[in-house]
């Protein structure tokens, strides 16, 4: 069966530092899937990469950016915040946390957010760094302090501008 490309593609073949690997059977493999490697005339980028080592995870990155940059992604930041929970904990001092990818739009410290049937005030918003901010817009993961009890997982995130509505 024939897979229709749309666009470009990015792999990333992880797992190289381990003495095993072997990126040239991965690209062997999804070859007969039809997704040919850059260096074979196809249109998609294999990435080695270590995600123990950290090894290749710079070229990834910058394999992404140029994808964004080609397709010319992009994601409106002035309409009501939207995005994903990637990953949520309760933490002692803090509450129930939550890690966010905000997709549209632009998440602000104030605002009150919808995770299922879960909501909460956005308390305080960390960036990948740890350091605080009062913002985040399309495409920026996100430690929020907001919800009222640990969401479920990669679950639709919502900005609710009125709380009687949330």
Avoid at 4 to 31: F, G, H
Avoid at 41 to 66: E, K, N, R, W, Y
Wanted: one cysteine or more.
């Amino acid at each position: 069966m024939r897979v229709r490309r749309m666009c470009r593609s990015v792999v990333a073949v992880n797992k190289i530092d381990k003495e095993a690997a072997d990126p040239e059977r991965v690209k062997t493999e999804l070859a007969a899937k039809e997704v040919i490697p850059e260096d074979w005339g196809g249109d998609t980028q294999f990435i080695p990469v270590s995600a123990h080592t950290g090894q290749g995870i710079d070229d990834l990155l910058d394999a992404l950016l140029l994808q964004s940059e080609v397709l010319e992604l992009t994601a409106p930041a002035d309409v009501p915040a939207s995005g994903i929970v990637i990953e949520s904990r309760l933490d002692k001092g803090r509450g129930a946390v939550a890690s966010l990818l905000i997709q549209q739009g632009t998440l602000k410290q104030g605002d009150i957010v919808l995770a299922g049937l879960q909501y909460g005030r956005v308390r305080a918003m960390l960036d990948e760094n740890g350091q605080p901010i009062k913002e985040a817009g399309p495409s920026i993961p996100v430690e929020v302090w907001a919800l009222m009890v640990r969401p479920t997982l990669v679950i639709p995130l919502w900005l609710s501008k009125m709380r009687r509505s949330a």
